[in-house]
Structures are given as structure tokens and as C-alpha cells.
């Protein structure tokens, strides 16, 4: 698959949804945009996967995750620098867990778990449980893939069908059962159901080039789920209960909808809006953007400003922030990444049934 510029177009429109969820009570189902992301990394990081597979005949673990801490590890650690000597002074009464323990569940992805622990999130680090959700499943994922690759008996498909109904339904029956709503959203065992939907259309799309008749019926299913998201974005809020048992699950099937369309079709009008130049900027730069605006935006809160004086602040710093990163932080780290040797090593995978060895994938 070739670089799709309105992919990152859909992600500027996630992540400004997120960010206008954080500052503003208007854009109450703005938390939505996350299981956009989802669904888009999902199906991208399973895509490189395949695709990998299929020229190769192997998938080089070591170069996955090299290339995935090149790309996501410098940023980070870079907003964690930033933000430190704020959580230590004036952000300090926002922690409600040692600020040592936040900053270690940080680094190692288990920051989604952190927050679960503490029952209300984990100060201007809060927003980092969902990248932390994307690397578990980035650990996993591929293992579990090369695994079912190799046997070559049948399609992951019907498998991550399974699991996806799974995750679904224990999050309705935890949601139910009255648990904490913050275990519902954050722990990975009941919120990766757009990852694993964004997964599940990358291996349905594998061996075809879409999964309707034409490319008009591919636009007009778009536009649904396009739709269906402004919808939810417009109605849904986070404390709900209505949120846990179907809206986070119709989020991922729209996001699916427009995704396949995006991914398949390299024209037509929402390909075309999406692929406007400031779109793919922003979306270019959406994990900066993520990374930094939570901090941000929590930090000038805390100060009372007025409503004009804050979200000037808010947009200022946070793109100030962002584009420093870009240029001297991830674009340097990218470069790097570019730079690493196309194929390495086989992976050595368990041995079929019915044999004894090594396969390389």
C-alpha cells in the first residue's frame, strides 16, 4: 500500500477533536478521536506487517521494533523533559501517585494500567494511557501474527472477529456490572477494539483491493461512517453509560468505514478534502500534537486565566511545542529510521504442527 495523504488528514481531524475535548465542555464527544487513532494504527501497523511478509516471505521482529522506538520513543521523552520540572512544582498537587512511579509507568507503556490503579488518571501524564494501549498491542500483535502466518492453515480473521466480540462484550457486561468507568475506558482488555477492527480490515483487504463492488459504493459507505462519527462526536459524553456499551464500538466501525475507503480509493471527494495540504500537516505532526497538548492545556487551566487568554495560551504553546519536536526531536529520529537496512535477520518462529525446526517469515 502507497502513502495515503488523507489518512493523515482523518488523523488531524482526531486529534483536534481530542484536543478540543480537553478545553472546551462543547466538544464533549471529542474523546471519541482516540478510537479514531485506533483503528488508523491498527490497520497501518498490520498493512507494513503483511506487506512485509509477502515480499520477503518473513517479518523482521527486531527492525518492527527498532523502527517503532525510533519513531515514538524520542518525542516522548522529550515531552516527559519538558513537563518533569512541572510536575514537581506547580502541577505537583494534580499527581495523585508518586511522580517517580507515573513517570517509569510512562516510559514503559503501562501508564493506561497506572491510571486504573489510582481510579483518576495520573495528572498532565493522564493522556499517555493510550499510547500506552498501542504499544502493549504493538508487543503483542505481531508475535501473534507471525505465529498464524507461519502455520499458513487459515486467515487471522475469523480469530480477531473473535476477540474483537470478546472485548466488546466484556466491556458492556463490566460497564453493567457497575465497575469503575476508568477501568472500563482505560484497561487494554476492554478498550483495543479499534485496534483490533483496524487489524481485521488490513488482513480482509490483503489478498483484495476492496471489499465492495466499486469505488462509489466504497465513497458512499465512507460518508456514513463519516456521518456516524459527527454524530457520535456531537452526542456522546465520557461519563455516560451508553458511551462503554455501544458508542465506543459504533466509533470503531465508522472510523473502519472511512479507513477502507481512504486506504483503497486514491480519488473521489472525501479522499480529496482529506488530502488538502493544512490537513495532512497537522495530521503529519498528531503525535506531537497528542504528546504535548495535555500538559499544556492542563498547566494553563490550573493558572485562571480568562477563557480568551487560555486557549490562546493553550494553541500557542502546544504548537511551539509540537513544531520544535518535529524538527529537532522526530525528524532527526526519522532520518535515523530511514537509514536502517530494509531486511535483516529471519525471525524464528515455532515450529508448524506436524514438523520440527525453524520458518523464517
Known amino acids: 500500500m502507497t502513502r495515503r495523504p488523507a489518512l493523515d488528514g482523518l488523523r488531524a481531524f482526531a486529534v483536534l477533536a481530542v484536543m478540543a475535548f480537553h478545553t472546551s465542555p462543547a466538544a464533549h464527544g471529542g474523546f471519541l478521536g482516540v478510537d479514531v487513532f ?54 505537583h498537587g494534580d499527581m495523585r501517585i508518586n511522580p517517580v512511579v507515573s513517570l517509569l509507568s510512562v516510559v514503559f507503556y503501562v501508564a493506561n494500567w497506572a491510571n486504573v490503579f ?31 502466518l507461519a502455520r499458513r492453515r487459515r486467515s487471522p480473521a475469523v480469530g480477531l472477529a473473535v476477540v474483537i ?59 456514513v461512517g463519516a456521518l456516524g462519527l459527527a454524530g457520535l462526536f456531537a452526542t ?7 458511551t462503554y456499551h455501544w458508542r465506543l464500538p459504533l466509533a470503531a466501525l465508522f472510523s473502519a ?56 495560551l493553550e494553541i500557542t504553546l502546544s504548537v511551539a511545542l509540537t513544531v520544535f519536536s518535529w524538527f529537532l526531536v522526530e525528524r532527526p529520529a526519522l532520518r535515523l529510521k530511514d537509514r536502517l537496512p530494509k531486511i535483516t535477520a529471519p525471525v524464528v518462529l515455532p515450529a508448524p504442527a506436524g514438523g520440527v525446526g525453524e520458518q523464517p517469515v
Open 38 to 91: 485506533f483503528v488508523v494504527s491498527g490497520f497501518l501497523i498490520t498493512a507494513l506487517l503483511l506487506r512485509e511478509h509477502e515480499r520477503t516471505g518473513r517479518v523482521d521482529l527486531r527492525q518492527f521494533y527498532v523502527r517503532r522506538a525510533l519513531r515514538l520513543l524520542p518525542p516522548l521523552l522529550f515531552m516527559l523533559a519538558v513537563t518533569l520540572p512541572v510536575v514537581l512544582t506547580i502541577m
Open 165 to 223: 466480540a470478546v472485548v466488546v462484550v466484556t466491556r458492556w457486561v463490566s460497564a453493567g456490572s457497575g465497575e469503575s468507568p476508568l477501568w472500563v475506558y482505560y484497561a487494554t482488555t476492554s478498550h483495543c477494539d479499534g485496534l483490533l477492527l483496524g487489524a481485521l480490515l488490513a488482513v480482509l483487504l490483503e489478498k483484495r483491493e476492496s471489499l465492495v463492488r466499486s469505488p462509489r459504493i466504497s465513497e458512499a459507505v465512507a460518508w
Open 257 to 312: 468505514m472511512v479507513v477502507h475507503h481512504l486506504a483503497t480509493c486514491a480519488q473521489g471527494p472525501m479522499v480529496r478534502l482529506l488530502s488538502l495540504k493544512p490537513f495532512v500537516v497537522v495530521g503529519t505532526v498528531s503525535y506531537g500534537l497528542y504528546l504535548y497538548h495535555f500538559p499544556v492545556f492542563m498547566t494553563v487551566q490550573s493558572r485562571g486565566y480568562s477563557h480568551l487568554v487560555q486557549h490562546v
Open 236 to 242: 456522546s459524553y465520557i461519563e455516560a453509560s451508553g
Open 118 to 148: 489510582v481510579n483518576v488518571g495520573t495528572g498532565i501524564w493522564t493522556h499517555t494511557w493510550s499510547l500506552s494501549i498501542e504499544e502493549q498491542f504493538y508487543l503483542i500483535w505481531p508475535l501473534v501474527l507471525i505465529w498464524v
